[in-house]
């Protein structure tokens, strides 16, 4: 890469000028005018705006140097792409020494590990220092500790190319920052910001929680809890307003000298509700407010925690620089922090314990920022098209829900997106027409900038924001992240002016907008269960909700416009709440029900026509049989717009989940949904592919319902077309040629180890000789084409048998006592010596069966003819009189119907995938007339070629010599081909067709 004429322009001149640059005189706006700003353009990033970008889209942020407490509130540059943060650059006038100064890379590395950038610059331009701020920032770090590369100016044009490959904005849009990050292993150690936020906030939960119970002892476990939620809350809420230059820094600092502290915290949140008005400082009563906080004011606490609190707030102690630490950030903190609850003992001491649905859960999983933007966008992105902003314009009177708000991240999100986009409609419609009158909606910074007034950025809030949480910590913490976000980008000045301008405090309150109950249980649970019979805990646990009381105006009105969100997947309800919940989504109810489920049903009644449903949700929902009602109801009732099997997208777990986006109008014959796969990419990569339309595809809506068990498809809907076409040629079903006794499992044994045996032991302890019967028990044993039968016998009871008459058998699993843990058998529903499903024993002693392989997401199946008992590793099916097995084996190991199990089972990728009778029992087995003479050839072709495959597998299993095992494998090879051939004939595939087929085996 030819290094650029300018930049050795400037690098001349620093040269020249490098002995007057290095006095102190020449300062540091000086260096960034005339070398940091050339530097950057030459590198392709629009320093100065020139192309006019919104405040939104900016490439470059330039940040004032206000200092604060010494230390300047916000780095000097932020390079953005699409107004998302991608690294810090702090400038420093050539006379400061970077190589060696500690100050400046401390600061740097508190930024940017702040703001959990991954990078960040350090330069005066003489010298160029990179730092890996994913390393937690300890003031005794020494200068280089994360210094990933140091360069002086005398390097740019040798080191050009390697500067441009990952400083560029073209790199950063071609991914080669993101892999340089990579190639530079995190060390050791590496705590991230929010989870050393976690670590910090927990603590300061258990020394209040213990200091508040020991002073305390009068207070409720839930009075407890809330004390430390709130006071924990304040102190965050205050600590970022200080560094964002809203309050006077050094506040919180100040009461660390000197005694009483909380006595002057509460000095310090009394004015805060003079000031802010949020129901986050609200302790006296007021006109049309909720109640008010009568606990927290009266409260014990010693200053030792407080003061301990306070030590590791500022700077140089604190790596935390809260003016850059986001919202996002702030939220996946919030989330994980109200995964555990303050317990008191019988003593009134407090103990944190994990929620008991977290733990079953196995943690507390934050939605990356990227799905929360895609579902906004697809839902109240599409609410606005069309729309005015203004308190007249149609934008105000939208209504977005999340039912199971968290720590708010979907609406905050949503919230930033109405921000932004009321902003930019106002610029766009003239900014003064905005900017006058008593109410003006619009403002200009000192910088020149337009922004929202606090006023307008609190009316957007209260009109378009709504969230529901079972629990009361959690809708405090969305209250807070909230209230934050009203505040953003404000100081101490802008809001001192609007406050004199409006004559009003300067948040709002929103308790009318984000509520705490049971989004999925309303009033009408008690008319079963009357409340006289639950306990207090039980009724604060269930939190009953009743919507069209809490959001009256709203449900009269035909509900919400949009309904996103997260809802908890696998939460853990009593048997009470179950039974409710059955018989009010008994529409949707196949078998095995999940919450998740629940709140699909029961939010997709609470948006109104054309309005918008979106969340994130289990992949298992595009396919699982237990959610088949649940997809015909929405393909019946509403109009699909995207669906997307996501995979793993959550940080350090495996729960592949995917996006289901609908608008609640009726379906036509000709509507589309947009589907994608992104299942299989890497987590970075999903974050660009969400957002290419090239890697859509569309499906009409109605053709969902005609594939079995109504899967939501989302990849390649054309190989479905061969799907249909099967369904055209004249077929039964496979449950229709099977036998009466259809399509079962293996036997189930409570413990192999105990009813599975080989012959030494049966010997060995005399085992009842009736009662034993061949066995194979899965993949290990059965092949393609083949039963590799090993020494494996069956102990075949039954709670039908006397086992006094099985004394030996009794004996042996004996043994097996302390490691069968059944539930069944410790209720005594079966006997510890039975089998926990034996089956009928029918199934077993048919001449001829065919077995088949669960475990796996293709058809692997053989013939039986020794009447073998499996387990439930395997599925078993006998074939009707009227067809042969042969010809029967053959369509099932063909390459075609493993494509089209695959297409229906959607189990390929997945880490335990299954072969599942219910869709086996749908595949079209082609029916023959065999009086025609085609039908006939190909009939007794495939019978004889699979007779050859029988005898060929076989042959090969007894094989010992190398070049017989060879020969065998290509006739075998050459078989499987002939065999796949006849049955595309079979089912008349052409060309294209079949290279489908082959492409996707």
């Known amino acids: 890469m030819n290094v650029p004429d300018r930049i050795k322009e400037l690098t001349e001149t620093f040269d020249y000028n490098l002995e007057s640059y290095k006095k102190g005189i020449y300062n540091e706006t000086q260096v960034r005018r005339e070398f940091i700003d050339p530097f950057f353009e030459e590198l392709g990033w629009d320093v100065a705006n020139k192309k006019g970008y919104a405040e939104a889209y900016k490439d470059v942020i330039h940040e004032d140097a206000i200092k604060v407490g010494g230390v300047t509130k916000a780095p000097d540059y932020c390079f953005r792409i699409g107004g998302a943060r991608k690294f810090f650059l702090e400038a420093k006038k050539p006379s400061i020494n970077i190589q060696e100064g500690i100050d400046p890379a401390y600061q740097l590395r508190r930024y940017g590990w702040s703001a959990k950038l991954p990078l960040s610059i350090l330069t005066d331009f003489e010298e160029f220092a990179v730092y890996d701020c994913r390393v937690k920032p300890v003031k005794t770090d020494k200068v280089s500790h994360s210094r990933i590369l140091y360069l002086k100016y005398t390097d740019y044009a040798d080191r050009w190319e390697e500067i441009a490959s990952v400083f560029s904005r073209d790199a950063i849009l071609k991914g080669s920052f993101d892999k340089y990050i990579e190639s530079n292993k995190?060390?050791?150690?590496?705590?991230?910001?929010?989870?050393?936020?976690?670590?910090?906030?927990?603590?300061?939960?258990?020394?209040?929680?213990?200091?508040?119970a020991l002073r305390n002892p009068d207070l409720s476990q839930r009075e407890l809890n809330f004390a430390v939620q709130q006071t924990i809350d304040r102190i965050v809420f205050l600590r970022i307003c200080e560094d964002r230059g809203m309050e006077a820094y050094g506040g919180l600092m100040a009461l660390r000298n000197g005694e009483n502290v909380y006595r002057r915290l509460f000095h310090l949140f009394n004015k805060a509700d003079e000031k802010y008005n949020s129901g986050l400082f609200h302790f006296t009563k007021e006109k049309d407010r909720e109640n008010y906080d009568n606990l927290t004011p009266f409260l014990q606490i010693d200053d030792k925690p407080l003061k301990d609190i306070f030590n590791n707030l500022y700077y140089p102690?604190?790596?935390?620089?809260?003016?850059?630490?986001?919202?996002?950030?702030?939220?996946?903190?919030?989330?994980?922090?109200?995964?555990?609850?303050?317990?008191?003992?019988?003593?009134?001491?407090?103990?944190?314990?994990?929620?008991?649905?977290?733990?079953?859960?196995?943690?507390?999983?934050?939605?990356?920022?990227?799905?929360?933007?895609?579902?906004?966008?697809?839902?109240?992105g599409k609410l606005v098209e069309g729309k005015k902003p203004g308190p007249r314009g149609g934008v105000s009177h939208l209504k977005i829900l999340d039912p199971a708000c968290g720590s708010g991240s979907f609406l905050i999100g949503a919230y930033q997106f109405l921000l932004?986009?009321?902003?930019?409609?106002?610029?766009n419609d003239g900014p003064e027409n905005w900017s006058k009158g008593k109410t003006p909606r619009i403002y200009q910074s000192r910088k020149g900038e337009w922004r929202l007034t606090t006023e307008e950025r609190k009316r957007i809030l209260t009109n378009n924001i709504y969230g529901v949480d079972i629990d009361h910590q959690a809708v405090e913490v969305t209250k807070l992240s909230l209230l934050l976000k009203v505040l953003e980008g404000e100081d101490e000045q802008s809001i001192g002016k609007q406050?004199?301008?409006?004559?009003?405090?300067?948040?709002?309150?929103?308790?009318?907008?984000?509520?705490?109950?049971?989004?999925?249980?309303?009033?009408?649970?008690?008319?079963?269960?009357?409340?006289?019979?639950?306990?207090?805990?039980?009724?604060?646990?269930v939190n009953a909700f009743d919507w069209n009381a809490e959001f009256a105006e709203i449900m009269k009105d035909g509900g919400f416009d949009a309904v996103i969100g997260n809802p908890p997947w696998g939460a853990e309800l009593s048997e009470r709440e179950l039974s409710y919940l059955r018989r009010t989504n008994k529409d949707i109810i196949v078998r095995m029900i999940d919450s998740f489920m629940y709140f699909i049903h029961q939010s997709s009644q609470k948006v109104k026509t054309l309005g918008y449903f979106g969340?994130?949700?289990?992949?298992?929902?595009?396919?699982?049989?237990?959610?088949?009602?649940?997809?015909?109801?929405?393909?019946?009732?509403?109009?699909?717009?995207?669906?997307?099997?996501?995979?793993?997208?959550?940080?350090?777990?495996?729960?592949?989940?995917?996006?289901?986006?609908?608008?609640?109008?009726?379906?036509?014959?000709?509507?589309?949904?947009?589907?994608?796969?992104?299942?299989?990419?890497?987590?970075?990569?999903?974050?660009?592919?969400?957002?290419?339309?090239?890697?859509?595809?569309?499906?009409?809506?109605?053709?969902?319902?005609?594939?079995?068990?109504?899967?939501?498809?989302?990849?390649?809907?054309?190989?479905?077309?061969?799907?249909?076409?099967?369904?055209?040629?004249?077929?039964?079903?496979?449950?229709?040629?099977?036998?009466?006794?259809?399509?079962?499992?293996?036997?189930?044994?409570?413990?192999?180890?105990?009813?599975?045996?080989?012959?030494?032991?049966?010997n060995k302890f005399q085992l009842e000789e009736k009662k034993l019967k061949k066995s194979v028990t899965g993949g290990v044993h059965v092949k393609r084409y083949f039963i590799n039968q090993p020494d494996l016998w069956l102990i075949y009871t039954s709670r039908n048998d006397?086992?006094?008459?099985?004394?030996?058998?009794?004996?042996?699993?004996?043994?097996?006592?302390?490691?069968?843990?059944?539930?069944?058998?410790?209720?005594?529903?079966?006997?510890?010596?039975?089998?926990?499903?034996?089956?009928?024993?029918?199934?077993?002693?048919?001449?001829?069966?065919?077995?088949?392989?669960?475990?796996?997401?293709?058809?692997?199946?053989?013939?039986?003819?020794?009447?073998?008992?499996?387990?439930?590793?395997?599925?078993?099916?006998?074939?009707?009189?009227?067809?042969?097995?042969?010809?029967?084996?053959?369509?099932?190991?063909?390459?075609?119907?493993?494509?089209?199990?695959?297409?229906?089972?959607?189990?390929?990728?997945?880490?335990?995938?299954?072969?599942?009778?219910?869709?086996?029992?749908?595949?079209?087995?082609?029916?023959?007339?065999?009086?025609?003479?085609?039908?006939?050839?190909?009939?007794?072709?495939?019978?004889?070629?699979?007779?050859?495959?029988?005898?060929?597998?076989?042959?090969?299993?007894?094989?010992?010599?190398?070049?017989?095992?060879?020969?065998?494998?290509?006739?075998?090879?050459?078989?499987?081909?002939?065999?796949?051939?006849?049955?595309?004939?079979?089912?008349?595939?052409?060309?294209?067709?079949?290279?489908?087929?082959?492409?996707?085996?």
């Open 186 to 212: 995190i060390r050791k150690g590496t705590t991230e910001v929010d989870a050393a936020f976690l670590q910090e906030i927990e603590r300061w939960r258990e020394l209040l929680a213990r200091n508040i």
């Open 317 to 380: 102690e604190s790596p935390y620089e809260f003016s850059v630490l986001s919202a996002d950030i702030l939220g996946q903190v919030y989330e994980k922090f109200l995964g555990k609850v303050i317990r008191l003992t019988a003593g009134h001491q407090a103990k944190i314990e994990e929620k008991p649905e977290v733990r079953k859960a196995g943690g507390v999983y934050y939605t990356p920022g990227y799905i929360v933007d895609y579902i906004v966008k697809n839902t109240v």
């Open 420 to 427: 932004d986009w009321h902003r930019d409609e106002y610029i």
């Open 499 to 541: 406050m004199l301008m409006f004559q009003k405090r300067v948040l709002p309150d929103l308790s009318n907008n984000i509520k705490c109950g049971n989004s999925l249980i309303g009033p009408d649970f008690y008319e079963h269960q009357p409340m006289s019979l639950l306990g207090e805990g039980e009724i604060f646990r």
């Open 615 to 762: 969340m994130i949700l289990p992949d298992v929902l595009l396919y699982q049989i237990d959610n088949e009602k649940l997809r015909r109801y929405i393909i019946n009732n509403f109009r699909i717009k995207n669906i997307l099997n996501m995979g793993d997208v959550f940080d350090k777990v495996s729960r592949p989940s995917s996006i289901l986006i609908f608008e609640n109008s009726n379906p036509s014959t000709y509507s589309t949904a947009q589907v994608a796969d992104l299942a299989s990419f890497i987590k970075t990569d999903k974050v660009a592919c969400i957002t290419e339309t090239s890697r859509y595809e569309r499906i009409n809506q109605r053709d969902l319902n005609d594939i079995p068990g109504a899967l939501f498809i989302t990849s390649k809907p054309d190989k479905y077309k061969i799907w249909a076409k099967l369904n055209e040629i004249p077929n039964n079903l496979l449950n229709e040629v099977v036998d009466a006794d259809g399509i079962q499992r293996g036997v189930s044994p409570d413990l192999k180890e105990a009813f599975l045996v080989d012959s030494n032991t049966a």
């Open 802 to 1001: 006397d086992f006094q008459k099985l004394p030996k058998i009794c004996k042996y699993i004996d043994q097996f006592k302390n490691e069968i843990t059944c539930k069944e058998v410790k209720q005594n529903k079966h006997s510890i010596y039975s089998l926990h499903r034996p089956r009928k024993e029918q199934i077993f002693l048919k001449n001829e069966k065919i077995l088949g392989v669960i475990t796996g997401d293709r058809i692997i199946a053989a013939l039986d003819d020794s009447r073998v008992y499996p387990t439930d590793g395997l599925y078993l099916l006998g074939v009707d009189k009227m067809i042969n097995a042969n010809y029967l084996l053959g369509i099932l190991n063909s390459k075609l119907f493993v494509f089209i199990y695959r297409l229906l089972a959607i189990e390929k990728g997945r880490i335990l995938p299954q072969v599942k009778p219910t869709i086996l029992s749908k595949l079209p087995i082609r029916t023959l007339n065999l009086q025609d003479s085609e039908d006939k050839y190909l009939y007794d072709q495939i019978i004889s070629l699979v007779d050859q495959m029988l005898e060929l597998n076989k042959k090969l299993a007894e094989s010992k010599v190398p070049r017989t095992t060879e020969m065998l494998r290509r006739q075998i090879e050459s078989t499987d081909k002939q065999i796949d051939q006849l049955v595309y004939k079979l089912y008349d595939l052409t060309e294209e067709e079949i290279k489908i087929v082959e492409s996707e085996t």
